[in-house]
């Protein structure tokens, strides 16, 4: 790992990023978001329609990422016990032993989500939150750092459950991937002519750097007036009268977290307000919800957030050249 403090997480997101860019095309602003919410040691939704790269973008990134990787395939039929493990009994023994599930690992790819039934899709609601898994009264740790990496198709399409709220809570972030343009399209037809590319990409961190580079985000100043920024837009989401459902606190302290690790991902030792604006859409979206009227009236979720950020006046930049060399760990 290359540099000190902010810059050592710099360098080492820019690496990850112009790795994965050999294999995903116009998507560098996704796969940013992907390493806030790992930066910040927290879960990521990705969702969108088949075929648009979800499973793709995830497996680049646990390729990037020294870390242990597992994939679950969710299914109507899939069981709690498939994902968190069940005990057997051992002939050897005479007793009962765990066989751990795939959820024993750092990084965990729940593919298509939200197609297993909502018992299933709670197994892991304990995994996501306390890093844990609780068998027969005994609870046993996960592996660290854990991550769980979610794809989930649009509830519209048939065969699909939606997430209760409480898991769509732990869920750091929620992403959209989005149609390529012609020109990527282009590219992308030329990248995967012949092989895959994803398969050649090599770990560029380890499981104890990414550790080291979590801790070195939380040093990230945070003045009191953006701190109170945060505030006022998480109040002004409870308060507005198209949303029934508001921010939790939860998600209040996801905002925090999220701007300190983009401004560390983007150099900077401290945070401003286009930070946390950046990242509103993507730690709100999937926690609050609307009026049945509004949602009648098919007012769009995107666009009342958009009026939230608009209505809370942004503090003004204050940081001092002396602080920002101060903060940025060079």
Known sequence: MVGTGVNAVAVATRKINDQIERVMVGKRDVAELLLVAILCDGHVLIEDVPGIGKTMLARSMSRSLGCTFRRVQFTPDLLPSDITGTHVFDQKTGDFAFRQGPVFTQVLLADEINRATPRTQSALLEAMEEKQVTAEGESMALPRPFLVLATQNPIELEGTFPLPEAQLDRFLLRVRMGYPTQEEDALILDRFMKDN????????????????????????????????????????????????????????????????????????GYVIPDDVKTLVPAVFEHRISMHAQS????????????????????????????????????
């Open 197 to 268: 590319p994803v398969e050649d990409l090599e770990p560029v961190l380890s499981a104890g750097d990414l550790v080291t580079l979590q801790v070195l985000c939380r040093d990230v100043k945070v003045e009191a007036d953006v701190r109170e920024y945060i505030s006022k837009l998480t109040q002004a989401s409870r308060n507005h009268p198209q949303i029934e459902l508001g921010a939790s606190p939860r998600a209040m302290l996801g905002l925090l977290h999220a701007s300190q690790a983009l401004a560390a991902v983007r150099g900077r």
């Open 295 to 330: 949602n009648l009236r098919g007012d769009s979720l995107s666009d009342v957030l958009k009026e939230i950020v608009d209505s809370v006046a942004a503090p003004v930049e204050t940081m001092s050249a002396a602080t920002t060399a101060s903060t940025t760990g060079d």
